[in-house]
């Protein structure tokens, strides 16, 4: 078996002194966790395709259409001003994903991290069936440039190439839907430069990664990677390798040597190259790869299987493991605060269309003898794919007030926006101070209705009053005094 560990370097396997990229040739390895991991794999990357395709609410699944800057999620439509939903939703899946890497360590890393998924079970996948198994993939890496190489190489980096560009067009229809990709398609790139220059950069981008970068992205780059070891402690269940079994490693007919036998074929298949008997490192992905290779090994030499197995780092050195603990309750009250959040924000979005109202700039009121007038601008968005009704009504307000513009059958078209201006007036024999009430608008469609908390201002009351009795008692007395001549005989 061809060693796949990195000969210059104890520390980081992947990078040689010099700081060029040591090149990995993981071995292939059967067993449950590699069986299960392929299958989470492909039903993730049907899940990725799937979600621009399936429409709900008359939108795809996920679409976040930066064109009309409205971003839609499950169903749930955002406007530009309802990004601040965003904080809520990052840091719900962020605490999430605290809360299981403190349990379950990088499950995320080894099992349904997208960057793993396409390397592993698409990338990876390609190579070994193009090129073969580890050592038939370094011998051809050392060989010289022949007619078989040549075609090899071509296969496989022709096919890396055509799942970038599959990869980079599934990720543009995200934002630009896949009914506008086709359309992009069809006319061509000259017409839509920037869409078919971001797919370009993004398939350069995925295939520079894939074909590689590799498990580098992991090891170097990755902030998750670097923070997880902050997150997880001694109880956390991880894969761990466990000594006081396996040490110390002799061949398989000493009796004095442990379980292990010191075959290598747990480093042989790490796709980081590091080796899990050396403690948990922070380049392990979790991807389980290591166990089902020295399982493989304990059922040929008929020894128990788990020598590598899912365990905690206290359980490996038999101490107790503690699930519930200190950090399990910090990390389960901030996923629990999050995720509230999260759900209350979103079912707060979910409605179909937004009325949002402001006072109108300038004066905040006006007013003369007749009365006093507030106005109020009422922007309404159309979050709809289809043409939809809104009335307008006040909840809340005096039996008096009454307004002018339009409230009533107000019809915006598929995803339209426009602004309203409402104005309420207060008679001057009613006026009686400012006061609170509801600017409410209803759809037709649905019914669902949005509320808005508006204050109506006006001058002092009494001052108000003051003037109008006086402006009304001088319009009497000049009234009168017109009246005077003609009554003169
Ligand atoms: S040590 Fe094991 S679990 Fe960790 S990355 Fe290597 S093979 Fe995967
Ligand atoms: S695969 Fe198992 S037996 Fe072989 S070296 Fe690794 S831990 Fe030891």
């Not at 590699?34 to 008359?58: C, Q």
Request: charged content about 20%; some cysteine; aromatic content about 12%.
């Amino acid at each position: 078996m061809a060693e796949q560990k990195n000969p210059n370097l104890d520390s980081v396997t992947t990078i040689n002194p010099d700081g060029s990229h040591y090149k990995l040739h993981p071995a292939n390895v059967s067993g449950k966790f590699t069986r299960a991991r392929r299958i989470i794999g492909f039903v993730l990357i049907i899940v990725y395709a799937a979600l621009p395709w399936i429409p709900i609410n008359g939108n795809p699944a996920v679409f976040l259409d930066t064109a009309s800057r409205q971003f839609h999620l499950f169903g749930i439509s955002l406007d530009v001003q309802d990004l601040w939903v965003l904080f809520f939703f990052i840091s719900g899946l962020g605490f999430i994903l605290f809360f299981i890497t403190s349990l379950l360590g990088r499950i995320w890393c080894g099992w349904t991290c997208p960057y793993t998924v396409f390397l592993d079970h698409v990338y990876r996948a390609i190579e070994r069936f193009v090129e073969g198994d580890a050592p038939a993939r370094k011998k051809l890496d050392n060989a010289p440039l022949t007619a078989e190489k040549l075609f090899k190489r071509t296969v496989k980096h022709g096919l890396f190439i055509l799942c970038s560009t599959l990869i980079a067009h599934i990720f543009i229809s995200y934002f630009v839907s896949l009914k506008g990709l086709y359309g992009f398609i069809q006319e061509g790139p000259g017409e839509h430069n920037i869409s078919f220059g971001a797919i370009a950069f993004l398939t350069a981008v995925l295939y520079f990664c894939f074909a590689w970068f590799r498990e580098q992205f992991c090891v170097v780059m990755c902030p998750y990677g670097r923070i997880q070891s902050a997150l997880s402690d001694d109880n956390t269940m991880v894969i761990g390798y466990d000594s006081r079994r396996g040490e110390p490693r002799g061949k398989a007919d000493d009796p004095n040597s442990g379980d292990c036998i010191d075959c290598r074929r747990c480093v042989n298949v790490c796709p980081t190259g590091i080796d899990i008997r050396d403690g948990l490192q922070l380049e392990c992905i979790g991807c389980a790869a290591c166990i089902d290779a020295c399982d493989e090994i304990m059922v040929k030499l008929d020894r128990p299987k788990g020598l590598v197995r899912y365990s905690s780092h206290n359980a490996l050195n038999g101490i107790k493991a503690k699930i519930i603990r200190p950090r399990f309750f910090a990390y389960l009250t901030l996923m629990l605060l999050g995720t509230t959040a999260l759900a209350v924000t979103m079912y707060q979005k979910a409605r179909p269309f937004n009325a949002q109202v402001n006072k109108m700039k300038g004066s905040p009121y006006q007013k003369d003898d007749t009365g006093v007038r507030n106005i109020y601008q009422i922007h309404l968005s159309n979050k709809r794919n289809a043409a939809t009704t809104f009335d307008i009504s006040l909840a809340d307000a005096p039996a008096w007030i009454s307004t002018s513009g339009t409230t009533e059958g107000i019809i915006l078209q598929a995803k339209e926006k426009k602004t309203y201006n409402l104005v309420v007036i207060a008679p001057a024999e009613k006026y009686d101070g400012t006061f609170k009430f509801q600017i409410v608008v209803k759809s037709r469609k649905d019914n669902t209705t949005v509320d808005n908390k508006v204050s109506f201002l006006g001058p002092s009351p009494k001052r108000y009053r003051k003037k109008i009795i006086q402006a009304e008692e001088e319009a009497k007395q000049k009234a009168e005094t017109e009246a005077e001549p003609s009554n003169k005989p």
